[in-house]
Nanobody
Framework: QVQLVESGGGLVQAGGSRRLSCAASGRTLSNYAVGWFRQSPGKEREFVAGISRAGTTSQADSVKGRFSISRENANSVVHLQTTSLTPEDTGDYYC???????????????????WGQGTQITVSS
């Protein structure tokens, strides 16, 4: 069982940045692929970025060039660095984890087994 806790959300002006963190307990996060998803008001939860156990990363087209994902295996933490934020980035951000093949980094919600409770980013214009 893996428990995930997100942090780092808050209110930010358009153009600003936030660094989100996903901390794991119960198991070492190095054995899991980790993804970040977000849910904006009135919308489905969508994939934002993911990182495989190997460290290979992927991002949704909507955030490419603005968001990046990284992991600190020693501390069982995965970060999502967000930059150039716009009001469209407002939402609840969730991290998720799944034990999978070394180079896999799923991009669908159904692929992930463990979820955190989320942290909110609100971007003001």
């Amino acid at each position: 069982q893996v428990q995930l806790v997100e942090s780092g959300g808050g209110l930010v002006q358009a153009g600003g940045s936030r660094r989100l963190s996903c901390a794991a307990s119960g198991r070492t996060l190095s054995n899991y692929a980790v993804g970040w998803f977000r849910q904006s008001p009135g919308k489905e939860r969508e994939f934002v970025a993911g990182i495989s156990r190997a460290g290979t990363t992927s991002q949704a087209d909507s955030v490419k060039g603005r968001f990046s994902i990284s992991r600190e295996n020693a501390n069982s933490v995965v970060h999502l660095q967000t930059t150039s934020l716009t009001p469209e980035d407002t939402g609840d951000y969730y991290c998720a984890a799944v034990m999978t093949a070394y180079n896999d980094s799923p991009t669908t919600r159904s692929a992930y087994k463990y979820w955190g409770q989320g942290t909110q980013i609100t971007v003001s214009s």
